[in-house]
């Protein structure tokens, strides 16, 4: 479990691409591109947010509550991060650079 303002702080310290590494080597890189995404997908008529990444956030399934909690018909917002638009834009950035990566692993050069 991360603190509140760990990003905030990881984006102050000019640390985001560090924490977002090691919090993708934590928890997988599909659990945090669901979970920003979700996030992302709350406010895609915020500005903040640049097409690409609103784009990339509708690629995702909709977390749906558990069970018990559809008899109600509040929203999960327990599953959406509560960050600065910015810092969260940034941050799907690197998930979106790590998903290419993943997809298109670099070769290695033959060694002569």
């Known amino acids: 479990m991360m603190a509140d303002d760990a ?5 102050d310290s000019n640390k985001l691409k560090e924490f977002m590494e ?3 080597r934590m928890h997988g890189l599909e659990r945090v591109s669901l979970l920003l995404s979700n996030t992302i997908r709350e406010a895609l008529w915020d500005g903040r947010y640049s097409r690409e ?3 990339w956030a509708n690629h995702y399934p909709e977390i749906q509550p558990a069970p018990a909690e559809q ?4 929203r999960v917002f327990a599953l959406n991060l509560y ?3 910015v810092i969260l834009n940034q941050v799907a950035r690197i998930a979106m650079q790590k998903e290419k990566e993943l997809s298109h692993p670099k070769q ?5």
């Open 7 to 11: 990003l905030s702080h990881a984006y």
């Open 83 to 85: 960050e600065n638009p």
């Open 22 to 24: 090691q919090l993708i």
């Open 71 to 74: 008899k109600e018909p509040m």
């Open 53 to 55: 990444v609103k784009a």
């Open 108 to 112: 290695k050069e033959p060694e002569l």
